[in-house]
Structure formats: structure tokens, C-alpha cells
């Protein structure tokens, strides 16, 4: 089965592990608008339970803001809160309160009358269960169980004082935050302030009519629905502009020179590296191919063939050549393959380990020409022997669900397995959907999920490089698919999260790294000026442990395809080539010292 438009081929068990929340039609439910239904809180249409998780829409004066609302993290609230959305309580509600950087609140209605009535319905609290962080949605309040239609926007990580109150948080903004950041905090407090401040008597007594002569430019909501399945907000996600389309075409195309002119033409296998100034690798590397490389190369050979970077037959033709080698003659344990291999003879190097990861990511290339050249018979046929020779069983070594890292022949088994989150999701898809040798879906639910916070960003996440949040992704379109199970997880805006957090950590650190900027930044795996440096414990903050990049750049291009781009300055891995999705990820450093000092991070 094809999940989304990016293609990993598994079976429909696989592709049942995660839920559609988007591309189909919304289901906003409608009831009768107007003051009337709002002037009658008593009646069964406003008392209902809401969903267990649904979204919310604000289409507001600056743009849309998406929430994703869990009815798990404050019942009552939730409640409350869906019913007042699809009774159309928040259209046309200004942000009469909105404290640049701290918070954004809303939620008197424009007419009197219905504010007040409902200024009298209190709901028992909530216990708190999620933390104030950057996004979170909460109600406010002046006392204990006195909660009613106020709700305000965390525009930065307030956890440590408004998590003791409690403000207990329902929801949280999975789209839109810049909006959030955008709106209107010329007036301050001047303009409602909080209900405790005493302030708030003109605006149920005047309602917007007060708010739109007193202080014109407020920002407001013009409408609020409720969705059951994440929709993408049209003003979100603007198309680029024609020079941007030609930068991205050009550096795409330029990295798929990479994969083109470093892989060897009789046997397909890439290079794990080479440097951008033409000077040879020391001897130790300089035949030395990675099968993940190889991986994205098949990918790439796909990509090149549409666009006509190449010429389609040669592009195919160099696909052939790969899936012969790889089904007839590179050596193999079980279906499994060396990490790193000589690029001519396929012969292991440096003892390398059979390695179930990048495997999974040569796989993801092999999975990916079987679609595209689907029409060529040959293609599809040895692209099927190498996939279902794959024994996903025999990875597991006795484990009922979590597979090994991989192999050796010295000594067996490696003891680690992929047992906390990382670049393996795909690997998992894979293994679960096996037409010869699947392993149960509950695989995808043995391994840890553990989360990092940093400057308010929440995300799932080990402590590893920025490339686990990227890798899978360059075959698997995860955008608006969600885990059936808590807590069901989009890892698709989980990676989108982690990449905001990492660059607001190279952001901190710009005192120590002058060629950090907002758009030259990054730290994963990579070769730097002295090699693979250590890099100090800090790094765990955002869970981080490898050295910054000489240069990466990521570029999502066609829906169903990923162009990955190589080099630096000095060197490149081109294992650390992710694609897909995070196109806003570019990262340099002068890497001068091998211990940071940034005073904080000690």
C-alpha cells in the first residue's frame, strides 16, 4: 500500500498503525447560529461531549490558527469549549488582551447580552495534566472553578508560573503560531487586561462596539469551527515564489550530481562522502560506498528521470545496474546488508556491520525505482527478490518485537536494538508490512517515546541528531497521519517542532559561533574542520550529541518525490542527507575549539 504520495511500499497492516487526519472532506458540524441559541446555555445542542481529540480553525484578521484539542487534558474545558465553537460564541471575538511574547487572550462575545450570560456559567476546574509551554491553549480565570468562556494563547513556555496555578491546558496550536506571535499587542492590559485586574467591566458592558471605538486595530477572530480531522490551512502554507522555485530546482539538481557522478556505474553503490573542493579522500575512505547513500541515490536516479536531469533510459539503466548487484551479487546475511561496502566490488570495509537501519534506508531507494519504473518488468522483479528475501524475523534475535541494530559474523548479534525513538520508523513500516517476513504491529508500539522541551517546543524525541527527525520522512509522507494509540502522535509536525527547537538552540549559541544565523544554522552528522569533534553533554538539552554541520541543506520538491542536496565545506557524510518536508534546515559553522563555553549549556 502507498501511504500518501511519497512511496514506501508496505502492506495494509502498516499502513493501519497510523490514521488519515487530513484529505478528507472536514465535518464541521452546523447548528443554528445567532444570539438566540447562545442566550440558551441550558439546552441540550450546547451541553454536548466533544470528540476525544478534534481540531479548531480560527480564521482570524492576521491569519489561521490550527488547534488540536484533546478532550483527555481537561474534560470540562473541552466541553465548553466545543460547544461554544460550533455555536459560534469566538466569531468575531477580539484579542483584547495580547502581552507580546507571554500571551494572547480572547473569549468576551461582541454582544452583551450573550457575554453575559455566559460570564455567569462556571465550570469546575480541570486538574492540570499538560504544562503551559509555547502554544498551549488554556482558560482563564479569577478563582477556583470559575472558568467560562476566556481562553488565551502561551506565545512563550509560562509552565513555571502558570502551571502551579493551574491553568490547565486543552489544546495546543499545531499550525499558525507565527500568526499567534503576529497579533496586535499595541494596547496591552489597557484594553480588557486579565480578569483578575478588574478592568474587564466596559467590554461586557459595551462589547465590540466599545473595543472597535476605543482601540480600533485590535486583531479578532472572524470565524471558529471545529473539524474532526486536521485540515491544512490554505494561508499557512503559501506557494513559493519563482525564484525560489529556480533556487530549489538549481540546488537540486546540483546534488543530484552527487549521487550520479560518485556512484560506481557497474555495481550503483554511492560514496559515503566526497569533498566539494575536487581533492581526494584519504585512502582509507576514498573507495568506501555507505548503502544508505546508495539508498538516496536510487531515489535520486527516480527524481532526475522526471525532471530530465538525465537521460531518463541512462537514469533507468543505472537503477538496473543497482538492483542486479544487490539481488545477485552483493554479499548478504539473511537479506541484510553491510553498512559500508567497496564501491566497485561490494566487498566489506572496515568490519562493518550487517546493519538493519541502513538496510531500511537502501530499501526505501529499492521500494521507491519499483514504483517509478514500474512499467520496466526486470526493475520490478529484482526490486521485489530484494525486499522479500528480507527476513524481519531473524533481525528480532529472539525479541518478540524490537529488531538488533544489526549483525557481525565475529560475534553475532549487536546487543542494542531499536528500542527509543530515532531515524527507524521506516524500518518498523517495513518490517510490519513484509509480504514474507513480518513481524507483529505491536513492534511499533515497544519502542519508548520520550519527550524533550526546549524554549517551549515539546517534541518526541532521543538523544540524537537533528537526521532522525528527517530521514524516514524521505519516503514516507507521515503529514496528517496519526498514531492510533496515545498519544497519538503526528510525527510528521513532531519533526517540524524538533527542527524549530534546534535552531533556537544554534540561536543560543550564535555568541560562540558568529556564522550562526536565522538562516544558517544546524547540528547533526557531519564532518566538520576537525573531523568528528566531541561535543559536551549540553547537547543532550536538545537532544543532540554529533557535531554542527559544515553545511546541509534539505529540499522538499514534488509531493511525490525528495531531492537530497550534499556537501561542505571541508567534507560530507552523504548519510546525513535526510530529505523530505523540513526544507528550512541550512546550517554552517566555524567549529573552533572542541568544548563549547557557552556559559548556560555548562
Known amino acids: 500500500m502507498k501511504l500518501g504520495k511519497r512511496f514506501v511500499t508496505v502492506s495494509v497492516l502498516a499502513c493501519l498503525l497510523l490514521l488519515p487526519t487530513h484529505g478528507q472532506k472536514s465535518t464541521q458540524t452546523s447548528i443554528t447560529s445567532g444570539a438566540s441559541r447562545l442566550l440558551k446555555p441550558d439546552a441540550p445542542e450546547m451541553n454536548r461531549r466533544a470528540p476525544e481529540l478534534f481540531y479548531v480553525r480560527l480564521e482570524t484578521s492576521k491569519g489561521v490558527i490550527l488547534i488540536e484539542i484533546h478532550r483527555d487534558w481537561a474534560p470540562h474545558g473541552v466541553d465548553r469549549f466545543y460547544n461554544l465553537v460550533r455555536a459560534g460564541y469566538y466569531d468575531g471575538a477580539r484579542f483584547f488582551r495580547v502581552i507580546k511574547g507571554r500571551w494572547a487572550q480572547f473569549g468576551v462575545h461582541g454582544d452583551p447580552k450573550v457575554s453575559n450570560v455566559w460570564r455567569a456559567r462556571k465550570i469546575v476546574d480541570d486538574p492540570r495534566r499538560e504544562s503551559n509551554v509555547r502554544g498551549a491553549i488554556a482558560y482563564a480565570f479569577a478563582t477556583p472553578n470559575g472558568r467560562t468562556t476566556q481562553v488565551f494563547i502561551n506565545l512563550q513556555d509560562n509552565s513555571a508560573a502558570h502551571d502551579r496555578e493551574p491553568f490547565a491546558p486543552f489544546g495546543r496550536i499545531i499550525e499558525g503560531m507565527d500568526v499567534a506571535d503576529a497579533l496586535n499587542a499595541e494596547y496591552g492590559e489597557s484594553s480588557g487586561g486579565g480578569i483578575r485586574a478588574g478592568k474587564q467591566g466596559p467590554l461586557f458592558e459595551g462589547g465590540n462596539e466599545y473595543l472597535k471605538r476605543n482601540f480600533p486595530r485590535l486583531d479578532y477572530i472572524l470565524r471558529a469551527t471545529v473539524h474532526a480531522r486536521r485540515v491544512i490551512p490554505e494561508k499557512i502554507s503559501p506557494r513559493l515564489s519563482v525564484s525560489d522555485e529556480a533556487f530549489l530546482e538549481d540546488l537540486s539538481r546540483r546534488s543530484f550530481r552527487f549521487f550520479w557522478e560518485q556512484s560506481d556505474p557497474h555495481t550503483g553503490l554511492a560514496l559515503d562522502r566526497a569533498r566539494v573542493d575536487g581533492s581526494p579522500p584519504d585512502e582509507s575512505h576514498r573507495e568506501v560506498a555507505s548503502i544508505a547513500s546508495t539508498g538516496f541515490g536510487l531515489t535520486a536516479l527516480c527524481i532526475a528521470a522526471k525532471r530530465r536531469w538525465v537521460d531518463p533510459n541512462a537514469a533507468r539503466e543505472r537503477v538496473r545496474a543497482t538492483l542486479r548487484f544487490f539481488a545477485e551479487r552483493s554479499p548478504h546475511e539473511h537479506g541484510w546488508f553491510y553498512h559500508f561496502v567497496n564501491f566497485r566490488t561490494g566487498a566489506r570495509e572496515w568490519k562493518s556491520e550487517i546493519s538493519s537501519i541502513d538496510t531500511a534506508l537502501l530499501l526505501g531507494g529499492v521500494l521507491t525505482a519499483r514504483r517509478y519504473f514500474r512499467a520496466d518488468r526486470e526493475i520490478a522483479r529484482l526490486a521485489t527478490k530484494i525486499y522479500d528475501r528480507v527476513d524481519f524475523q531473524w533481525m528480532l534475535n529472539g525479541h ?188 554552517t559553522d566555524s567549529l573552533s575549539q572542541k568544548k563549547w563555553s557557552y556559559q548556560e549549556l555548562k
Request: glycine share 6%; net charge neutral.
Open 400 to 587: 518478540p518485537t524490537l529488531l538488533s541494530h544489526g549483525w557481525r559474523p565475529e560475534s553475532g548479534f549487536i546487543r542494542s536494538r531499536w528500542d527509543n525513538y530515532s531515524e527507524h520508523t521506516m524500518l518498523y513500516l517495513m518490517a510490519i508490512g513484509s509480504p514474507t517476513n513480518p513481524i507483529t504491529p505491536e513492534s511499533w508500539y515497544a519502542w519508548e517515546r520520550d519527550w524533550v522541551i526546549y524554549a517551549g517546543f515539546k517534541y518526541l524525541a532521543s538523544a540524537s541528531p537533528l537526521f532522525i527527525h528527517q530521514y524516514s520522512h524521505a519516503w514516507v509522507d507521515y503529514r496528517g497521519r496519526r498514531e492510533t494509540r496515545e498519544p497519538r502522535l503526528d510525527y510528521f509536525e513532531n519533526s517540524v517542532i524538533a527542527t524549530r527547537a534546534h535552531r533556537a538552540f544554534c540561536m543560543d549559541l550564535k555568541s560562540e559561533f558568529a556564522g550562526y544565523s536565522a538562516n544558517v544554522w544546524g547540528v547533526t552528522a557531519s564532518d566538520s574542520a576537525m573531523g568528528n569533534a566531541e561535543i559536551p553533554k549540553a547537547m543532550d538539552l536538545v537532544g543532540l550529541h554529533t557535531t554542527p554541520s559544515a553545511r546541509r541543506l534539505l529540499v522538499e520538491r514534488d509531493q511525490s518525490e525528495i531531492s537530497t542536496a550534499s556537501g561542505s565545506e571541508r567534507g560530507s557524510r552523504s548519510r546525513s542527507l535526510a530529505g523530505a518536508a523540513l526544507a528550512n534546515a541550512r546550517g
